[in-house]
């Protein structure tokens, strides 16, 4: 990641299904480094409440996935709690 990171790569690209990069973040990279990665994309710039994709958005992404330490970081970069989702509801 960092190394996509130094070439200039768009931290708010889409990726497919899954919507944008941080939401893909969110859902496939493994726990132990989840959080890691999401701080990095944050951290760079990775607009948190864009919605697409399947998920609707990050929260609602790590919410599903049962994965409370990136919900809170989500949260505490300024994710938007009531934001409906898509198919699979709200955060909440």
């Known amino acids: 990641l960092r190394l ?12 497919g299904d899954y919507g944008f990069v941080l939401t893909s973040a969110c859902l496939r990279a493994p726990r132990h480094i989840s959080r890691e990665i999401v701080q990095c994309l944050l951290d760079n710039g990775a607009k948190v409440n ?27 970069a300024g994710a938007d709690v009531n934001d409906a989702g898509d198919k699979h509801g709200d955060a909440l």
């Open 50 to 76: 864009v919605r697409g994709g399947r998920y609707g958005t990050a929260l609602c992404a790590a919410s599903t996935c049962g994965d409370v330490g990136v919900v809170e970081m989500l949260i505490r």
């Open 4 to 15: 996509l990171l130094d070439h200039n790569a768009d931290v708010n690209a889409q990726a």
